[in-house]
């Protein structure tokens, strides 16, 4: 849910993801928002990378890397076939379908 | 002056990894031919709840081919999500990988100049979307949704079509050799993106723009050669290169422009966390080496080894089918190679050329090749009687059945030779007169006296006793 009274600049260091990026990255994420959502994510956004601001302070010369919070490392599935859906169990899936297709907006590049 | 300027060049070529099942999930890979949406279970559809597992099948195959394009492949690496919308991805991101790559830092011989290897990376394939002319929407086939692909990268360093189009050829033999994948671009096994900029001798790179859609070998080259005329022109005029993405249109044999290009940090990279990263050891790597098929630059030097002519050898070990059944051919067989050779490439291919057949789908066995050669290496058979019976052996006959069977071979009886040159002499005293005189004559007399032996006599005997009849 989106708190649209949250409309605070963030204390750190206001203005770091400008309106034109906060427009450009509801199109990429392909969301359709009104003013006062919009305004209010960028609220937060800028919190959040505040935050990391904050961290990227941290000297962490010859700390080793952590790239994963569990040690897991070399998981693997042995190659092997495995139950599919049939045509009618994928198109039952579908809001709209066409001959075995998946029906979607036009695309042509 | 076109001419000052010139091209430099880097390719992404794109492997489908010929595996059974799909990279992160179980769904089978064999969809070629079958009806849409059929090789599809929750993952590849990219249904809410489901987590990709690792098929280890594809890491090893990018490990042999990281080997083989002397990569360095030992170490970290792991998964990263590329995000995007786009009908093609139900997930809405492909599992990419972004910052430590399976591969990196090898290099590929090409005609003795080194080509450098910046990266090979594993990554899902997208669906298929299909644009009907009738309608105003698209149509989407997930079969290829989720097929595992190895996307490589080369440096900016190949310098011409020509030399695009050798390496394209090398990498595909070298992952046919190992059997990692068909690479076949008809089937959108193997595709291509070519980056190209222009500069003149001695400059800083220019600027690139990257060609899309490249489904052969033939496209690439003539791309790179409209690109470069292209820019070079613009570059002429006093003009500057855009960073664009371009498509290629094989129909009107032009680029064109697709779109200005996105910026990496439009993908929104971040490690992929429904998949923990990989730790490839030295263990690891020695059993795939362990594993290692004979390599194309290998085998062509093995071949010359064998006093195989350099052009034959170079075909050869390009071919897995052709060099399969050389390989096969030449167990046990004591004569010079190259006699097997010349038959592989010549007749042989001459056969399967006419019929439009493919070497493995013919019946040819590579032991009834060699038979065939060593019946004639033993004079049994003549070239002539040989080429007759390939047809046959090309069907799976072997060749010393035949023989037995028909009771053929080579006269090679001087009595039995000698009796048909008499005949012929006979026959035609003129003939004998003139040529006793004039050698251009003795054809005439040679013609009708193999004829007579049906064609089964060696010639150089038949020659030499002719002659001999004709001095004395």
């Known amino acids: ?109 | 002056m076109l001419g000052m300027f010139e091209p430099v060049i880097g390719l992404e070529i794109h492997l489908h990894l010929s595996t059974q099942s799909k990279i992160f999930s179980s769904c089978a890979t064999n969809y070629y031919g079958s009806e849409a949406n059929t090789h599809t279970d929750p993952l590849t559809l990219g249904l809410p709840g489901t987590l990709p597992t690792l098929n280890a099948e594809a890491v090893e195959k990018a490990l042999m081919f990281g080997l083989a394009l002397n990569c360095e492949v030992e170490g970290f690496t792991q998964f990263h999500r590329k995000n995007y919308y786009y009908p093609d991805a139900p997930k809405n991101y492909q599992i990419s990988q972004y910052d430590r790559p399976i591969c990196r830092e090898g290099f590929v011989m090409v005609d003795g100049e080194r080509i450098g290897i910046t990266r090979a990376h594993l990554e899902d394939d997208a669906g298929k979307l299909v644009h009907p002319g009738y309608a105003p929407y698209s149509l989407l086939d997930l079969n290829r949704a989720g097929m595992p692909l190895i996307e490589m990268v080369t440096e900016p360093e190949i310098k011409s079509a020509e030399q695009a189009r050798v390496f394209l050829g090398m990498i595909r033999s070298i992952a046919q050799a190992l059997g990692i994948s068909d690479a076949n671009p008809e089937e959108g096994k193997m595709r291509c993106d070519v980056n190209i900029s222009v500069r003149r001798p001695g400059e800083a790179l220019g600027t690139k723009v990257e060609v899309k859609n490249l489904n052969s070998f033939r496209s690439v080259a003539l791309a790179i050669e409209f690109e470069t005329a292209r820019q070079s022109k613009i570059l002429e005029g006093g003009g500057k290169i855009t960073q664009d993405t371009m498509g290629w249109d094989d129909g009107g044999q032009k680029t064109y422009l697709m779109r200005t290009k996105e910026g990496e940090a439009d993908y929104r990279y971040f490690p992929e966390p429904d998949l923990p990263p990989l730790m490839i050891t030295a263990e690891m790597v020695a059993k795939v080496r362990a594993k290692m098929p004979e390599l194309p630059a290998q085998k062509l030097e093995r071949y010359l080894s064998l006093g195989i002519k350099e052009s034959d050898a170079q075909s050869l070990s390009m071919s897995v089918s052709l060099s399969r059944v050389l390989d096969s051919a030449l167990q046990g067989y004591t004569g010079a190679g190259q006699n097997l050779v010349n038959w592989l490439l010549g007749d042989v291919s001459g056969y399967l050329a006419g019929r439009e057949l493919e070497l493995e789908k013919s019946k040819l066995e590579p032991a009834h090749l060699r038979g065939l050669v060593q019946l004639i290496d033993a004079g049994t058979l003549s070239g002539k009687m040989a080429k007759e019976l390939l047809l046959e052996v090309m069907e799976g006959a072997d060749p010393h059945a035949l023989v037995l069977e028909r009771g053929l071979a080579v006269i090679s009886d001087p009595v039995v030779i000698a009796a048909a040159i008499d005949e012929v002499m006979q026959a035609d005293p003129a003939t004998v007169e003139k040529a006793k005189t004039n050698p251009k004559a003795v054809n005439a007399l040679f013609g009708p006296i193999m004829k007579k032996l049906g064609g089964k006599a060696k010639p150089e005997l038949v020659r030499e006793i002719l002659n001999s009849k004709l001095e004395g």
């Open chain 1, 1 to 109: 849910m989106i708190d649209s009274s949250h409309t605070n600049p963030d204390p750190i260091n206001p203005n770091q993801i400008s309106h034109a990026q906060m427009e450009h990255l509801k199109n990429l994420a392909r969301l359709e928002l009104s003013a006062a959502e919009t305004s209010a994510l960028e609220g937060d956004l800028n919190k959040m990378v505040g935050y990391f601001q904050q961290l990227s302070e941290l000297d962490t010369t010859g700390v080793a890397e952590l790239p994963r919070p569990i040690e897991l490392v070399n998981i693997f599935r042995t190659d092997e076939v495995g139950p599919m859906f049939s045509s009618q169990q994928a198109m039952d899936l579908a809001v709209e379908s066409e001959d075995g297709f998946y029906k979607v907006p036009r695309v042509i590049e």
